[in-house]
């Protein structure tokens, strides 16, 4: 049962979890694994970092101008193509889900290391968080051209797939998601087309992979084919004795994209 007490603690745990964040970040408002010993901040863990902020803000107190920084960070970091420079390194790749299995290692047209798809899509969702952001021009603009990026991308991610990749519903998943938070943010009839367009493509891929044929698990691909069957799409199904399934846990991008 939730009491008072609970939240109290709740909320002690998140100021100290906060304040202990914020030794993390660099003079330019970025965050990174190791703070100020890294040579620069991280985009993944500056977008991670002000998603988490933005949440507990409705709880705790978070410095305004900590959050201004990092969005500032984050739209330098946009490539004029609408997609994200992955700057700086993420030590337990695990932390990133789906966006680690879909880095890319192109150049930036800023120089710099170009980021992927996902790697665009997370951080979108991240500002999309920011409040007001209709009233916002600067941060807009960069929401408005990284969604068209987004869109470009993986508007026919499954045009020509019969069979889905777990990684390509991973990325669908992305794109349903940022469309949903657009929608809901009203940015305009392109996010319901995109909304639309990926809950068909999405529920192509479930229908084809069979969800509602059978005891459906997660969305993942498996350790090895001795831990269950995979249908395309990456849907882990049972396949195998119950201690062997068990072996088989999600991975955090299973959990992501499930």
């Not at 968080?129 to 603009?141: G, I, Y």
């Not at 201690?243 to 992501?256: A, I, K």
Request: proline share 3%; glycine share 8%; with cysteine.
């Amino acid at each position: 049962r939730w009491t008072a007490e609970m939240r109290q603690r709740a909320l002690r745990n998140m100021q100290t979890g906060y304040q202990r964040e914020l030794t993390f970040r660099h003079k330019d408002g970025s965050f990174s694994a190791f703070g100020k010993r890294d040579a620069t901040g991280s985009t993944w863990l500056t977008a991670f970092v002000l998603k988490v902020f933005l949440r507990a803000k409705s709880f705790i107190f978070v410095d305004t101008t900590v959050i201004g920084d990092m969005v500032t960070w984050l739209r330098a970091a946009q490539d004029p193509d609408g997609s994200f420079k992955k700057i700086g390194m993420v030590h337990h790749q695990e932390m990133m889900g789906g966006v680690a299995a879909s880095s890319a290692s192109m150049k930036s047209e800023n120089g710099g290391t170009k980021g992927s798809a996902s790697l665009c899509a997370f951080v979108l969702g991240a500002l999309l968080e920011v409040p007001n952001l209709a009233s916002d021009a600067a941060t807009l603009a960069v929401v408005e051209k990284a969604s068209a990026y987004i869109d470009q991308e993986l508007y026919t991610l499954y045009t020509y797939s019969m069979s889905p990749t777990a990684k390509e519903v991973y990325m669908l998943a992305q794109r349903a998601y940022v469309a949903a938070r657009r929608v809901e943010k009203g940015l305009g009839e392109q996010a319901q087309t995109a909304l639309a367009a990926s809950r068909k493509s999405l529920a192509a891929a479930a229908q084809h992979s069979g969800v509602g044929s059978s005891a459906l698990k997660f969305w993942g691909a498996p350790a090895s084919s001795a831990q269950g069957k995979v249908a395309a799409g990456g849907l882990v199904q049972p396949g195998a004795p119950r201690m062997m399934m068990f072996r088989r846990r999600p991975s955090t991008s299973d959990v992501e994209t499930t």
